[in-house]
């Protein structure tokens, strides 16, 4: 039988020559893919060590380093389920997703080792390692510490498609986070479609400034550019000028609508300066049409933007050779499948606004512990519903025109209002919340609240207090920008809230 496990697809295509560098790193130094190989093995051979088998779940919330992508790795080598988590989650959040997933191992900075240990209530306890980068920029922690005692070879463990390969949490509506199974088949397929639309190649030079605990960093950047056999600037976080730097001696940009809109605060952004680059790609959140137009003007380049979720990573693409029209996010991926229904999940024709709903191979195994939820989710024939509201013209280009479940995108991270209207519910002297997206500069949608008081509080607590409160349970990705305290929330005949008017009411709030 031919080994699906996904780092076996990915070693297939490594170079030829291992000594190729697969990182270069913000300190200068770089990791060839003999190393990238040897790292790997190292945390495979650790985690069998510690006990993990098959199916295990390995926990990580750690800032982006080498380590981090070895850890990943290491994981599909082992057959164990990786689970990143979001560096920004408190421990309050971060309990909900270890009762779960209950994981074997957990891989955090030494900080927050001992909070997350006090959250554990499964038995058995989870090993905890740590994880962090020192001032010198090198990967520090037990984790590390531990990887030099192991064998640097590993024989990487025979999996089918359809083996869990990562677990992905991704709120509902109900405030109740989903975990989303994710396989060695999605990811392996999703990244060779990517490879191939998008015309990798070994020769290309990825600038990768994303986190890695998101499928846009770690799935779609980073699986794409190994199972190419080309090279990436693996950078801490995202700065212009770094960036910038850069772009001379490199093809391809992979970036949230954020990224482009910094970049063009700056001078240097020219088409001299982009000169070698050969593809820029945007997604994770919607990018304004008049972004696309001056990007264009600047550079002479035009962005490819796409659309994916949690749940089945790329779905749609723009093209690479063709028209790439603002305010769309493309064509179906091959051998994926899309359709714009109604409510019962009947197509609906071209043009005009439904569900989108997909089918493929990208399209992942169900909820975590969660049948009933699964179920709720997909059609009898199979296809998925995305909960996004899209239109398809009559060449099946599709355009999300907004989106159900109240999704808000702020950053290019999925924000969920009822996580956050729960959260300011609990605070003394408040009667209900409404949390609403509105149009910001920088991140695209910022997260604001609406807060009533209980009658005759008003004036008990401020907006300060309101933020000071959702801080102490909350990532600050989810933390509202703006709070209004208001008398009642504005509702219908039907008494159901109205978030629209309040959206329009406070559409200026970050202009």
Same mark, same amino acid.
Request: with cysteine; net charge negative; aromatic share 8%.
């Given at each position: ?320 050779? %063709? ?25 609906? &024709?071209?043009?005009?606004? %439904? ?31 995305? %909960? ?22 702020? %950053? ?42 209980? &009658? ?56």
């Amino acid at each position: 039988m031919t080994n699906q496990n996904l780092y076996a697809v990915l070693e297939k295509n490594f170079p030829k020559d291992r000594s190729k560098v697969c990182l270069y790193l913000p300190d200068g130094s770089t990791c060839s893919y003999e190393e990238l190989d040897q790292k790997a093995a190292q945390v495979a051979n650790l985690l069998k060590n510690k006990g993990v088998k098959k199916g295990d779940r390995v926990a990580m919330q750690t800032g982006k380093c080498p380590t981090s992508v070895f850890l990943y790795l290491g994981c599909l080598r082992a057959g164990a389920a990786f689970l990143p988590l979001n560096t920004a989650y408190t421990d309050k959040e971060l309990a909900y997703f270890f009762d779960n997933a209950q994981p074997a191992v957990i891989v955090c900075v030494p900080d927050r080792a001992d909070g997350i240990a006090s959250v554990i209530e499964f038995e058995p306890k989870p090993e905890i390692l740590t994880l962090t980068v020192n001032e010198d920029s090198h990967d520090v922690g037990s984790l590390p510490e531990a990887m030099l005692a192991q064998p640097t070879s590993f024989e990487t463990e025979v999996l089918t498609n359809d083996d869990l390969a990562c677990i992905l949490y991704t709120s509902g509506t109900t405030g109740r986070s989903k975990g989303a199974m994710i396989s060695h088949a999605n990811l392996s397929t999703n990244a060779q479609a990517l490879h191939d639309i998008w015309h990798w190649s070994n020769d290309d030079h990825l600038i990768h400034a994303l986190p890695v605990f998101h499928v846009h960093g770690l799935f779609v950047a980073l699986n794409t550019m190994l199972i190419a056999g080309a090279s990436c600037h693996f950078l801490n976080k995202f700065d212009p000028n770094e960036v910038l730097d850069l772009m001379a001696r490199s093809t391809v940009m992979m970036g949230v609508p954020t990224f482009y809109t910094r970049l063009m605060a700056e001078d240097r952004l020219t088409a001299e300066q982009t000169a070698s680059m050969r593809l820029f790609i945007s997604g994770s959140a919607p990018m304004l049409e008049e972004t696309h137009a001056q990007f264009t003007k600047k550079t002479g380049h035009r962005i490819l933007e796409r659309y994916g979720m949690t749940e089945a990573g790329m779905i749609t693409s723009n093209p690479y050779e %063709g028209d790439r029209i603002p305010g769309t996010v493309g064509f179906a991926l091959p051998d994926v499948s899309v359709r714009v229904a109604d409510t019962q999940g009947n197509e609906l &024709p071209h043009c005009e606004v %439904g569900i989108l709903e997909i089918t493929g191979p990208n399209v992942f195994l169900g909820y975590w512990e969660m049948p009933e939820k699964t179920a709720e989710e997909f059609r009898p024939d199979g296809y998925f519903i995305t %909960g996004d509201m899209a239109t398809s013209d009559d060449k099946g280009r599709i355009s999300i025109v907004g989106r159900g479940k109240d999704l808000i995108i702020s %950053g290019g991270y999925n924000v969920y209002p009822k996580e956050i209207e729960l959260c300011l519910d609990d605070m003394e002297g408040v009667l209900e919340t409404a949390v609403i997206g509105l149009p910001h500069p920088d991140f695209g949608e910022g997260v604001a609240a609406v807060v009533v008081p209980l &009658p005759n509080s008003k004036g008990s607590f401020t907006e300060a207090d309101v933020m000071a409160h959702a801080k102490k349970d909350l990532a600050s990705f989810k933390v509202p920008k703006r709070i209004y305290i208001i008398d009642q929330l504005p509702r219908n005949t039907m008494g159901k809230v109205q978030k629209n008017i309040m959206r329009d009411q406070y559409k200026e709030a970050f202009s």
